[in-house]
């Protein structure tokens, strides 16, 4: 079984950074994250392969890069230009090479004057 360790949540200004990391205790396919708020589906921010592919949703393209070490197994999401509405819980998913999926325990972040 793969478990996942995330690190990186808190509390940020408007304008601001933050990085989130999440570490796999195994080697995977893909590796990313989603948020989620209150009262709305969770949405995939940005994910990456082994191979280097990235993608983001619409709404953080510019703002945030994502990045992964394979030889760590974990993926490193950069954060910039924080919107008081990118705050939400961040959770770090996984595939495996069977495809199977994993999550990690969800960090919070907050941009917040």
């Known amino acids: 079984q793969v478990q996942l360790v995330e690190s990186g949540g808190g509390l940020v200004q408007p304008g601001g950074s933050l990085r989130l990391s999440c570490a796999a205790s195994?080697?995977?396919?893909?590796m990313g994250w989603y948020r989620q708020v209150p009262g709305k589906k969770r949405e995939l921010v940005a994910g990456?392969?082994?191979?280097?592919?990235?993608n983001y949703a619409d709404s953080v393209k510019g703002r945030f890069n994502i990045s992964a070490d394979n030889a760590k197994n974990t993926v490193y999401l950069e954060m910039n230009s924080l919107k008081i509405e990118d705050t939400a819980v961040y959770s770090c998913?996984?595939?495996?090479?069977?495809?199977?999926?994993?999550w990690g325990q969800g960090t919070q972040v907050t941009v917040s004057s």
């Open positions: 195994g080697r995977i396919f893909s």
């Open positions: 990456i392969t082994r191979s280097g592919t990235a």
């Open positions: 998913y996984a595939k495996d090479w069977k495809l199977s999926d994993y």
